[in-house]
Structures are given as structure tokens and as C-alpha cells.
């Protein structure tokens, strides 16, 4: 599993992210949880932690991922 920290300020390459399968990730700004999705197509377990803003997420369209099985969201926005 890998640990890792997503923002929009990333500094990572877009490809980098579609070998990610399993991480555990620090996101801030769950308005990212839409481009997360997009970027990693062979994610099958996603934890996001430390999640405080912003509570509404827009997208321009339905997400949808087939290979996800496993997501958990933990933090703020939560009341933790």
C-alpha cells in the first residue's frame, strides 16, 4: 500500500498515478476525490484521511470506476 499526500498543487506526473492499486492518501480538499478517481483507473482500495474541505463536491458529470472496491474516508468533514 502506498502512502501519499494529493493536492492540486501535485508535483507528481498525471501517469504516475494510474499504476497506483492500493493507497492510503492524505486529501485536504475532497473536491480532489473526482480527479483522484480519474487519474488511478486500477485503484481497487482507496483510504482518504485528514479530509476537511470543502463538505459539497461538484463534478461536470457521474465518476465512475470500475476496479474500486474498497473506499473508506475518514476526518473532518466527518466530525473527527
Given at each position: 500500500?502506498?502512502?501519499?499526500?494529493?493536492?492540486h498543487?501535485?508535483?507528481?506526473?498525471?501517469?504516475?498515478?494510474?499504476?497506483?492499486?492500493?493507497?492510503?492518501?492524505?486529501?485536504?480538499?475532497?473536491?480532489?476525490?473526482?480527479?483522484?478517481?480519474?487519474?488511478?483507473?486500477?485503484?481497487s482500495?482507496?483510504?482518504?484521511f485528514?479530509?476537511?474541505?470543502?463538505?459539497?463536491v461538484?463534478?461536470?458529470?457521474?465518476v465512475?470506476?470500475?476496479?474500486?472496491?474498497?473506499?473508506?474516508?475518514?476526518?473532518?468533514?466527518?466530525?473527527d
Amino acid at each position: 500500500m502506498t502512502h501519499v499526500l494529493f493536492s492540486h498543487k501535485q508535483s507528481v506526473p498525471d501517469s504516475a498515478w494510474a499504476r497506483l492499486t492500493h493507497t492510503k492518501i492524505k486529501i485536504h480538499e475532497l473536491d480532489e476525490f473526482p480527479r483522484l478517481l480519474r487519474l488511478c483507473p486500477n485503484l481497487s482500495s482507496l483510504s482518504m484521511f485528514d479530509i476537511t474541505l470543502p463538505i459539497k463536491v461538484e463534478t461536470s458529470g457521474p465518476v465512475t470506476h470500475a476496479n474500486l472496491h474498497y473506499l473508506h474516508m475518514h476526518g473532518g468533514l466527518f466530525g473527527d
